[in-house]
Nanobody
Framework: QVQLVESGGGLVQPGGSLRLSCAAS????????MAWYRQAPGQQRDLVAT???????TYADSVKGRFTISRDSAKNTVYLQMNSLKPEDTAVYYC?????????WGKGTLVTVSS
């Protein structure tokens, strides 16, 4: 079992920054990669960024150059640094772990970008 808890969401003005955190617990050694997704109201859930167990990141085109995914293995935590935020980044952000045989997700944290 793997449990994921997101934090760090909130209200920010356009152009601002936020850092999201995803703390993992449980069978940490079984995690092969971590990912951030987001779901805007009335929209499907989309992949934002991933990071492998070796630290290799990938990003959706919509966030390249603005968002950075990173990990702190000692804290079992993955981060999403979000800069130059836009109103269209408003969504619930979810953390997901890649684990063979199960599909753990966090409950999400709301990010609202508005003036």
């Amino acid at each position: 079992q793997v449990q994921l808890v997101e934090s760090g969401g909130g209200l920010v003005q356009p152009g601002g920054s936020l850092r999201l955190s995803c703390a993992a617990s449980g069978s940490i050694s079984s995690i092969r990669a971590m990912a951030w997704y987001r779901q805007a109201p009335g929209q499907q859930r989309d992949l934002v960024a991933t990071i492998t167990s070796t630290g290799s990141p990938t990003y959706a085109d919509s966030v390249k150059g603005r968002f950075t995914i990173s990990r702190d293995s000692a804290k079992n935590t993955v981060y999403l640094q979000m800069n130059s935020l836009k109103p269209e980044d408003t969504a619930v952000y979810y953390c997901r772990a890649v684990v063979i045989g199960i599909d753990p997700w966090g409950k999400g944290t709301l990010v609202t970008v508005s003036s």
